[in-house]
């Protein structure tokens, strides 16, 4: 399955992401960077430990990232805007349409 990551929202100032961005993810591992805005580094980490389950069919309610009624999963990157100045993006995981 393929995977969209959108920024939904940023606490903060993000150098790199704006919200409505997106990250394409196919096949479960094969980060297309044709298809997706520019990638932060940082924000990879948070994706890191779910990536491959959320292509594989396991759902976020499953893994805890979402609530009982929705579909999509929610994550956001590790800066702590308060501390660094920088920005804190929310993202949304939902499998591809396409």
Do not use: W
């Given at each position: 399955?393929?995977l969209?990551?959108?920024?939904?929202?940023?606490?903060?100032?993000?150098?790199?992401?704006?919200?409505?961005d997106?990250?394409?993810?196919?096949?479960?591992?094969?980060?297309?960077?044709?298809?997706?805005s520019?990638?932060?580094?940082?924000s990879?980490?948070?994706?890191m430990?779910?990536?491959?389950?959320?292509?594989?069919?396991?759902s976020?309610q499953?893994?805890?990232?979402?609530?009982?009624k929705?579909?999509?999963?929610?994550?956001?990157?590790l800066?702590?805007?308060?501390?660094?100045?920088?920005?804190?993006?929310?993202f949304?995981?939902?499998?591809?349409?396409?």
């Amino acid at each position: 399955m393929d995977l969209i990551v959108k920024v939904k929202g940023i606490k903060g100032t993000c150098p790199v992401y704006r919200v409505g961005d997106s990250i394409l993810i196919r096949e479960g591992y094969i980060l297309d960077t044709e298809k997706s805005s520019t990638v932060c580094m940082h924000s990879l980490a948070s994706l890191m430990p779910y990536y491959v389950a959320l292509s594989k069919g396991v759902s976020p309610q499953t893994l805890g990232l979402s609530g009982a009624k929705n579909d999509s999963t929610y994550l956001q990157c590790l800066d702590p805007c308060e501390v660094t100045g920088g920005g804190t993006v929310i993202f949304e995981v939902s499998v591809s349409d396409a």
